[in-house]
């Protein structure tokens, strides 16, 4: 037991060597804030200077070295914009190339989808029984009683159609 208070002591009376007194505290926290609003100051004024505000207080050196970060700067700026450029016409030259591509493809499919169709018989010579012609070139008129339904009248044995009012709104205007 007197081991372990002893050890506690001890490291008990080191902890307290290695801390601060709060008036050391207070010295070391007040000059690091001088040390911070000095700083932050002589940014604020920088800023200011490449802005363009403030000038007239520069000397000829300071000019020429403000002169020079500004073209550094822009050197840069333009190289990043450079670099940015490039890689996006890069991507959309790849797209271009994607979409030729694609349409490549497509034109090919086309051509067979043509190539077959010529190769069978037209529509006419196939059986029209399943698929029966309408001529619109008729005449129309309203059927009487008829609950507004339009009635063409069929010439020379083409098929008879009864249409709604609303399939043949633009005739009637």
């Known amino acids: 037991m007197e081991r372990i208070l002893e050890r506690y002591n001890r490291h008990s009376s080191d902890e307290r060597k290695l801390t601060p007194t709060d008036d050391e505290s207070i010295g070391r926290w007040t000059l ?11 940014l604020q004024k920088t800023q200011r200077h490449i802005m363009g505000e403030d000038l007239d207080s520069l000397s000829l050196k300071e000019l020429q070295n403000l002169e020079q970060q500004l073209d550094t700067t822009m050197r840069n700026i333009r190289s990043r914009k450079n670099h940015l450029m490039f890689e ?23 051509k067979e989808v043509e190539k077959e169709q010529s ?20 005449f129309i008129r309203t059927r ?23 399939m043949l709104q633009h005739k009637n205007h």
């Open 32 to 42: 690091e804030h001088t040390m911070l609003k000095s700083k932050i100051e002589d």
């Open 88 to 110: 996006s016409i890069s991507v959309l030259q790849k797209q271009d190339k994607a979409l030729q591509n694609e349409n490549n493809t497509l034109s090919k499919k086309i």
């Open 119 to 138: 190769q069978q018989p037209p529509v006419d010579q196939q059986n029209t029984n399943y698929m029966p012609s309408f001529h619109f070139n008729t």
């Open 144 to 166: 009487e009683g008829g609950g507004g339904l339009i009635e063409e009248i069929p010439r020379e044995g083409q098929p008879s159609i009864v249409l709604p009012p609303w």
